[in-house]
């Protein structure tokens, strides 16, 4: 079966850490853009970071630049994104995406995000910390 599943959501405390998983399963992420969205209820889903599939190149928001790290390990086909200093802005349901690469054109970012993916998972959240 063709998917992508995030896990590592929970709740933390303001400032605590935690790592984010984009797992693939029926195909490789090695050739996949991978881009991090954000979503909270009434608001519209914001890009937080993205990585190129060719170069590792990465991408993040202003607002987790600095707090917020992603990285690909391709040989477990999945795609990180490690919280630390949690703020108040930050719980949300974080879900991926991925963007194939073409015939010789890799798969890119576009800012911080993915444009127009072939997959969605369908997220975990980091709920707010009472």
């Known amino acids: 079966q063709v998917q992508l599943v995030e896990s590592g959501g929970g709740l933390v405390q303001p400032g605590g850490s935690l790592r984010l998983s984009c797992a693939a399963s029926?195909?490789?992420?090695?050739?996949?853009?991978i881009g991090w969205f954000r979503q909270t209820p009434g608001k519209e889903r914001e890009g937080v970071s993205c990585?190129?599939?060719?170069?590792?190149?990465?991408y993040y928001a202003d607002s987790v630049t600095g707090r917020f790290t992603i990285s690909r390990d391709n040989a477990k086909n999945t795609v990180y994104l490690q919280i630390d200093s949690l703020a108040p802005a930050d719980p949300a349901v974080y879900s991926c995406?991925?963007?194939?690469?073409?015939?010789?054109?890799?798969?890119?970012?576009?800012?911080?995000?993915?444009?127009?993916?072939?997959?969605w998972g369908p997220g975990t959240p980091v709920p707010v910390s009472s």
């Open positions: 995406a991925a963007v194939p690469a073409a015939l010789r054109v890799p798969a890119m970012c576009v800012g911080v995000r993915v444009v127009d993916p072939l997959y």
């Open positions: 029926g195909f490789g992420l090695d050739y996949y853009a």
């Open positions: 990585i190129n599939n060719n170069d590792g190149e990465t």
